[in-house]
């Protein structure tokens, strides 16, 4: 069963104001997704969407912060379309949860998901972490378990190359582990991310 991730703050810091629409509209997404994974769980649960839901709680409340952080305004709540709750009641919870984040802001991700190894996915997502414990991992609402992805922090040129071990609600979530052979001191966020399906 997933462990529920650790509640973890974020460091605050101001936004030039000429990415705030940029970032805002990342942070939105994101958000949108988590919460779409939330109602889909709570619509259709199984034995371990409690452990799902309290896991992807704690990533919305990092969310909800960073975005009061960046200035951002929007009203963002589930919206759990009528394919996705039907997908969820007649399919594994993995394949469940994947339906249910797939929306239009995505559907441009998903037709690159089946490309060749070595070809950069997910462009222009952000990357965080999940707050959950064990060897360097990432869990995906893009990808199935055991495919494997390297992520690239572009500010910093560090890299961690991981296999997808579970669902989230983002194209890539890393764990504790991963996350912290790639990222910033102080930061919980990656802004400018290489994705790349290697495997």
């Known amino acids: 069963m997933l462990s529920a991730a650790a509640a973890i703050g974020f460091t605050a810091f101001s936004n030039p104001e000429s990415h705030a629409a940029e970032n805002c509209a990342g942070l939105d997404q994101a958000l ?37 952080a960046a200035g951002c305004t929007n009203n963002i709540t589930a919206q ?69 992805l390297k992520v690239t922090n572009l500010d910093n040129n560090k890299s961690t190359t991981v296999k997808v071990n579970g669902v989230s609600g983002s194209c890539v979530l890393l764990n504790n582990a991963a996350f912290d052979q790639v990222r910033e001191a102080g930061k919980n966020l990656i802004r400018h991310a290489r994705i790349e399906k290697v495997g």
């Open 80 to 148: 759990a379309p009528a394919s996705s709750q039907a997908a969820a009641s007649s399919s594994a919870p993995a394949q469940a949860a994947g339906a249910a984040n797939n929306n239009a802001g995505q559907a441009g991700n998903a037709a690159a998901n089946g490309g060749a190894a070595g070809q950069v996915v997910c462009p222009g997502s952000t990357v965080t972490l999940s707050g959950e414990g064990g060897a360097p991992a990432a869990t995906s609402n893009q990808f199935p378990v055991g495919t494997t």
């Open 32 to 68: 949108q997704n988590n919460l779409n994974f939330i109602a889909a769980q709570q619509a259709n649960p199984d034995a371990q969407s409690a452990a799902r839901i309290a896991n992807r709680q704690a990533v919305v409340n990092l969310i909800q912060q960073r975005r009061a």
